[in-house]
């Protein structure tokens, strides 16, 4: 569109009025600008209104020039902005469906929260909590979304970890800025990116995950092969990456190959759990069947092999070992691991005996409570019937170790009815009966289960819990809320007559906190140059 013309009566309007109205009638460039511009109308016919204001400014009485002045440049301001062109080569063409939202607002509505998101500061994560909970459209915007994907990289973790909130409120209308400014060169940002695309698109974005994977280069490298692990068609692939990478890239396709349920995959990693007896945490986070074979004969041969020593106390390394098989083993459910579970039941006492040694301090679980620790959390990551019956079965094989994950379980399931099935085994004390061995370890158990449940104002009764993340393997969030709770399970544990003795575990507590803590060095003086295991 030519639009000379009306740039032109724009700046001599804009001249006229610095100059002053007086000098309108004798202005001739002022009136070649009108007749120029009434001339562009007999095209544009949307102009002709605006053309016939200007030609009656020309002959407006001097008392009303200044406010006809005032209008015709509003009126051709606003064309002006309207009929914009772009510099931007190509024809225009609409934005693909799904990719963000427009909000009809200024762009200075939504400035503070684009600075906020590409900028630094303590006050930006306030700016944008605010603009979610107040105008959560502002977010979806497309003005706003590639500023979102762009502050995955950011160093401030509770920054970080409110945007991957909404990335998750958002879902799939971020994928494409995500893959927009993937860089394969990149280090954590790009990571992030990846991991994203994969948890809110899985098996959608296989074929982006193959074409970027032969340039990826370092963290980028290490997250796109993990996440390849969202479609089945990979498992050749990653067959062969598993052969040719190194390093943290060849434990990414280790977890990613985990989700594989082809037989080439299953006899690859029972070879891999021959040669590297280390290498279960791989598995940790991926709840495949495969996953839950290998861990649970991961878990055979380790703790088959810490039995048979002569000292059933544990070092450092050895423990950590240990843990890692039972890590490997949480929110997994499969046959195999079922038969293994059930023959830790028959082994619970030789399994309470696997304890810490003195080297080893800020750590006193017994490989039987680590177990333990494992059924609850797989209760809270995986409640589905067949987890359901294996806690109901080990309680009932080994009440003291058990039994408070089949109580979870039934919190979980039917909140109103648990008290009921399980209300009676806490003991009160009188005249006549104290709580015995058996009934102790019965109310630790409930207690346990129990130290799952919060309550707050916004959230109700609820579980909140830590669970490993399927492709990058790292701690996320969850919450269990639940519709109502008994509150005789109150009444029942805070009675004077019950007692409050023994230990709670912590189902909040991450796992990497869980193995920093396994991996201190702080040792007795005597051990004090002992050097920490390798993983």
């Known amino acids: 569109m030519e639009l000379d013309a009306l740039y032109n009566l724009k700046q001599r309007l804009i001249e006229v009025a610095i100059a002053g109205t007086d000098s309108m009638p004798k202005n001739l460039a002022l009136r070649g600008a009108v007749i120029l511009f009434s001339q562009l109308t007999e095209e544009r016919r949307a102009f002709a209104p605006l053309a016939a204001e200007a030609r009656s400014l020309l002959s407006a009485p001097a008392e009303s020039r200044s406010a006809r002045l005032m209008d015709v440049l509003g009126m051709l301001i606003s064309a002006e902005r309207a009929c914009a062109p772009s510099d931007l080569a190509g024809a225009l063409e609409p934005l693909p469906p799904g990719v963000g939202s427009y909000v009809p607002t200024a762009y200075s509505q939504l400035q503070p929260l684009i600075s906020a998101l590409g900028s630094s500061g303590s006050a930006r994560l306030t700016i944008l909590e605010d603009a979610w909970a107040e105008r959560p459209e502002y977010v979806s915007d497309f003005r706003v979304l590639p500023c979102l994907a762009d502050a995955l990289g950011d160093p401030n973790e509770e920054f970080e970890e409110f945007s991957s909130f909404l990335l998750t409120k958002l879902g799939k209308r971020v994928v494409p800025f995500l893959k927009e400014g993937f860089d394969p060169d990149g280090k954590r940002a790009s990571a992030r990116r990846v991991y994203w695309v994969a948890r809110l698109s899985g098996a959608e974005e296989n074929e982006w995950l193959r074409s970027v994977l032969p340039e990826s280069r370092r963290e980028a490298r290490e997250a796109v092969i993990a996440a390849l692990g969202v479609s089945q068609d990979n498992a050749p692939l990653l067959l062969e990456l598993c052969q040719n990478e190194s390093g943290k890239c060849a434990d990414a396709a280790l977890r990613a190959l985990a989700h594989m349920e082809d037989e080439d995959s299953r006899a690859f990693w029972a070879e891999e ?174 207690m346990r289960a129990l130290a799952a449940v919060y309550y707050d104002s916004e959230d109700g009764w609820h579980i909140p819990f830590s669970r490993k993340d399927a492709i990058t393997g790292a701690p996320v969030g969850q919450v269990y809320h639940l519709a109502s709770f008994d509150p005789r399970w109150a009444e029942a544990l805070w009675n004077p007559k019950v007692n409050q003795d023994g230990t709670v575990f912590d189902l909040e507590n991450p796992w990497s906190m869980t193995k920093q803590m396994l991996r201190r060095e702080d040792l007795t003086p005597q051990e004090e140059g002992a050097q920490p295991p390798a993983e």
């Open 273 to 446: 759990l021959e040669r590297r007896p280390d290498c279960p945490p791989c598995l940790e986070g991926v709840d495949s069947p495969l996953a839950a074979d290998m861990a649970a004969r991961a878990l055979r041969d380790v703790l088959s092999e810490a039995l048979a020593r002569e000292k059933p106390e544990c070092n450092q390394a050895q423990l950590l070992t240990i843990a890692h098989v039972i890590f490997a083993a949480y929110g997994k459910c499969s046959d195999a691991l079922r038969e293994e579970l059930l023959r830790c039941a028959e082994q619970i006492d030789a399994l309470e005996k696997l304890r810490p040694d003195r080297t080893v301090r800020h750590w006193d679980l017994s490989a039987a409570e680590m177990l333990e620790k494992c059924l609850l959390e797989t209760v809270l990551w995986n409640p589905c019937e067949a987890v359901t019956a294996l806690a109901d079965e080990l309680a009932a094989r080994c009440p003291g170790h058990f039994l408070g994950a089949s109580v979870l379980a039934e919190v979980i399931a039917h909140p109103e009815s648990a008290f009921d099935r399980f209300g009676k085994l806490i003991v009160k004390n009188g005249l006549l009966h104290r709580e015995n061995a058996a009934e102790r370890a019965n109310r630790i158990q409930i």
